[in-house]
């Protein structure tokens, strides 16, 4: 998960003993619990005082130009009413971290991978390492060009922060026990975690983004189809095999954004889409694609399908095989 590391030792250090944490920077708030253990030793919870003046120097420093949100992002009301920015009281700021000990991250950069295939996604900004032996200082990592992307658009996006319960946190920690368990002798579930990284550190309306998704969902469902065939084109595999499983789901996709359009149509103009991306085109919404909206719809749509079906891979990874056979 991380790929640079740098030390500060100018910055005030957190009082707590020997913790080192992580900044989730995507959290509105923890609305049934208080904190939560979610991998032995990795409790989530709000960030302290100390920790919140070294969150807002590093974003300061790291965040490129996404440094003017330190100043009032994380601790204003949510969302902006008619654009105006009104200070939250201290006690609703949104500073959470997820606070360990040790220098390994083997075990926050599955947490990170668990939760990218989670309906409610946690987003690492950063993490502070502290060595006390070696002096009042800190090691930081990161990945710039993720941090980036994530905060793209940030500040006018509604969805971003999410209220988590215990059952969405739940849901996280299932996800690493089944990530830590999992046998890839089916299917290499840890290549496609990194993958969905990979996309998220390329900017949110990059063609390569949505594309990638329809790679990771082609690859999970599909084979070769005989030229002779029309039964076996990609699309129509694509469009069987997502409607199969979204019927095991407990939480089907949501297909509402699209208005009363049957599935099948919805996902015949994701192709349509897919195809116009990966020929170079410059799709328009206005004509053939005017049920799918826009851009950010599509990609979400394709997005929670490849982690819906990702995590069914962890669940029945036989059954993943089967399908990409028939």
């Given amino acids: 998960m991380h790929e640079n590391v740098t030390t500060e030792s ?4 957190p009082k707590e003993a020997g913790e080192n944490y992580a900044f989730v920077m995507n959290i509105w708030e ?3 619990i208080e904190s939560y253990e979610l991998a032995p030793g990795h409790v989530l919870r709000r960030a302290s005082p100390d920790e919140i003046s070294v969150i807002k120097s590093t974003l300061a420093s790291r965040a490129g130009g ?13 969302p902006q009413q008619g654009g105006t920015i009104e200070r939250a009281s201290e006690a609703q700021w949104r500073y959470f971290v997820i606070a360990f000990n040790g220098r390994s991250l083997k075990t926050l950069n599955g947490l990170q991978g668990a939760s990218d295939l989670a309906p409610c996604e946690l987003e690492v ?21 993720r941090l ?9 996006n509604e969805a971003f922060f999410n209220r988590l ?8 920690a299932g996800i690493h026990q089944k990530l830590e368990a999992y046998d890839e002798r089916l299917i290499n579930v840890g290549r496609l975690v990194q993958q969905i990284s990979d996309l998220k550190a390329l900017p949110h309306e990059s063609p390569l983004r949505f594309l990638g ?59 349509d889409y897919r195809s116009k991306l990966a ?21 979400r749509l394709i997005k929670e399908t490849v982690k819906s079906t990702i995590r069914q891979a962890l669940e029945e990874p036989q059954l993943l095989v089967d399908l990409r056979e028939c």
């Fill in 148 to 156: 980036f992307h994530v905060l793209e658009g940030a500040d006018s």
């Fill in 279 to 299: 020929h170079g085109g410059e799709p328009s919404f206005t004509d053939k694609l005017k049920v799918l909206g826009n851009h950010a719809r599509a990609l």
């Fill in 10 to 13: 100018a910055i005030e250090l």
């Fill in 30 to 32: 923890l609305t049934d």
């Fill in 66 to 78: 996404y440094a003017r949100l330190v100043d009032y992002f994380w601790e204003q009301h949510w």
């Fill in 125 to 145: 900004a950063f993490t502070i390492l502290r060595d006390r032996a070696a002096g009042p200082g800190h090691g930081m990592t990161y990945i710039p060009r």
């Fill in 213 to 271: 998704y329809f790679t990771i969902l082609e690859s999970l469902l599909t084979h070769t189809p005989k030229p002779t065939d029309p039964y076996e084109s990609l699309t129509r595999q694509v469009k069987k095999k997502v409607a199969l499983l979204d019927r095991r789901w407990a939480n089907p996709l949501d297909h509402a954004p699209f208005g009363k359009m049957p599935p099948d149509t919805i996902w015949s103009k994701m192709y």
């Fill in 165 to 172: 319960s215990r059952d969405d946190l739940d849901t996280v």
